[in-house]
């Protein structure tokens, strides 16, 4: 059972390009979750995706961030026009959103540096 | 809002003696409480799991976590480090405001460092 997928695993960009960081849910996982991690801080919950249902974008930054989860293929995290600010690891987790199974699976994040 | 604070940014030991890994939580109801741990440009695994059932907590590689409500408590221990035992480790709460699904709180992380 292959285990939360991320990809690229690193990417640079330019100031002003666009980012799009990809994740595929475990196998069975309908709810996926992304996360920043700054350098040398803690993860901060950034959304919370269902099936083509954004539930939860309360930690997302206002303007040039976007994510989406469609019926078919992976959730995207989508970062345009990037600022050095946006330099972080960016982690997606899945979960079955049952109630009763809390644990989050985590990828192996996606290092984004801006230069 | 749910939080956590984790006490020590940064814990040396040597192998073979005690871990202890600080953190206090703050919550408005009965939390759900974990442990995850972070190797060097690798991704999180969860060490252990607090859902309201036993306080004591067991969990992979020889890791156990006490719940202590009155303290609002969830310290790390492990009786004996390993040098592979280094890594960053995250204490987080979970925020149930989302029915069915959890939204993790973080703590900052502590860096556990293993003396040979």
């Known amino acids: 059972n292959a285990g939360v997928m991320q990809n690229p695993r690193h990417l640079v960009r330019r100031r002003g390009q666009e980012a799009r960081l990809r994740c595929s849910p475990m196998k069975g996982h309908s709810h996926v979750y992304w996360y920043r991690q700054l350098p040398e801080e803690g993860l901060k919950f950034m959304v919370y995706?269902?099936?083509?249902?954004?539930?939860?974008e309360s930690g997302m930054p206002k303007e040039r961030f976007s994510a989406e989860f469609p019926k078919e293929g992976p959730s995207i995290l989508r970062i345009q026009q990037v600022v050095r600010g946006d330099s972080a690891a960016y982690f997606c987790?899945?979960?079955?959103?049952?109630?009763?199974?809390?644990?989050?699976?985590f990828g192996p994040g996606t290092r984004l540096t801006v230069t | 809002a749910q939080s956590v604070t984790q006490l020590d940014s940064h814990v040396s030991v040597s192998e073979g003696t005690p871990v202890l890994l600080r953190c206090n939580y703050s919550?408005?109801?009965?939390?759900?409480l974990f442990w995850y741990v972070q190797h060097p440009n690798k991704g999180l695994q969860l060490l252990l799991k607090y859902t309201s059932a036993a306080t004591l907590v067991k969990g992979i590689n020889g890791f156990e976590a006490e719940f202590k409500k009155s303290e609002t408590s969830f310290h790390l221990t492990k009786p004996s480090a390993h040098m592979s035992d280094a890594a960053e480790y995250f204490c987080v709460v979970s925020d149930q405001r989302i029915q069915g699904a959890q939204k993790l709180v973080f703590g900052q992380g502590t860096r556990l460092t293993i003396n040979p």
């Open positions: 987790a899945s979960s079955t959103g049952l109630a009763v199974t809390y644990e989050q699976y």
């Open positions: 995706l269902q099936k083509e249902n954004i539930i939860d």
């Open positions: 919550s408005s109801y009965s939390p759900s």
